[in-house]
């Protein structure tokens, strides 16, 4: 499975930008479509996640601001960032998990977003 992101790039605070994700090389399905970021310094950290069957969950600073969504047929997952604030800035990987029994997971190669005051 290769994950290919796109959409990041410099925005000033304030903005807005879309963050999308393919998946391709597989005819798996995925529970699991999420987004992850790691800020300079600082450890990966979840920032968005989507199962097939559950509710999006969300850090709780990105909550009010930031929507995940997935296309299960295109095997797509975007990411919609409104507000970014300066803080927003970092690597954002996405990530994908496979339902089967052991799970499988997949990493993007990650894009960089560059949020300035």
């Known amino acids: 499975v290769q994950l290919q992101a796109s959409g990041g790039g410099l925005v000033q605070a304030g903005g807005s930008l879309r963050l999308s994700c393919a998946a391709s090389?597989?005819?798996?399905?995925?529970?699991?479509m999420a987004w992850h970021r790691q800020a300079p310094g600082k450890q990966r950290e979840l920032v968005a996640s989507s199962t097939m069957v559950g509710r999006p969950s969300y850090a709780d600073s990105v909550k009010g601001r930031f929507t995940i969504s997935r296309d299960n047929a295109r095997k797509v997952v975007d990411l919609q960032m409104n507000d970014l604030k300066p803080e927003d800035t970092g690597v954002y990987f996405c990530y994908v998990e496979t339902p089967w029994i052991p799970r499988t997971e997949y990493w993007g190669q990650g894009t960089q977003l560059t949020v300035s005051s």
């Open positions: 090389g597989s005819n798996s399905r995925f529970d699991v």
